[in-house]
């Protein structure tokens, strides 16, 4: 059975640092592109960014050069490295990863809370 599970979120201070990560076991990671959404209260949820099968990565304007996305196939496992927390990166952030074969074939994990505050 296929899951995906975050881990990582906290509450930290403005310029402090988190690392997500996300696991996937049950898949063939290395055939699905990894995405991080993130989603803010009242807000609808948005790409942070993804990287595909081949570590081709692309981030939301509001996270580059904060952020790093990567990957890790061998332990089925993508993390997401985020520098420079702003309040306004407050959000819980999702893991998804969709098939780089099919992509009607996709996951979620549960999420996870990431809260910057002074």
């Known amino acids: 059975q296929v899951q995906v599970v975050e881990s990582g979120g906290g509450s930290v201070q403005p310029g402090g640092s988190l690392r997500l990560v996300c696991v996937a076991p049950?898949?063939?990671?290395?055939?699905?592109?990894v995405e991080w959404y993130r989603q803010a209260p009242g807000k609808q949820r948005e790409l942070v960014a993804d990287?595909?099968?081949?570590?081709?990565?692309n981030y939301a304007d509001s996270v580059k050069g904060r952020f790093a996305i990567s990957r890790d196939n061998a332990e089925n496992t993508g993390y997401l490295h985020m520098t420079g927390l702003k309040p306004e990166d407050t959000a819980v952030y999702y893991c998804?990863?969709?098939?780089?074969?099919?992509?009607?074939?996709?996951?979620w994990g549960q999420g996870t809370q990431v809260t910057v505050s002074s």
């Open positions: 998804h990863t969709v098939s780089d074969l099919d992509p009607q074939i996709y996951y």
């Open positions: 049950g898949m063939r990671f290395s055939d699905f592109t």
């Open positions: 990287i595909t099968s081949g570590h081709s990565t």
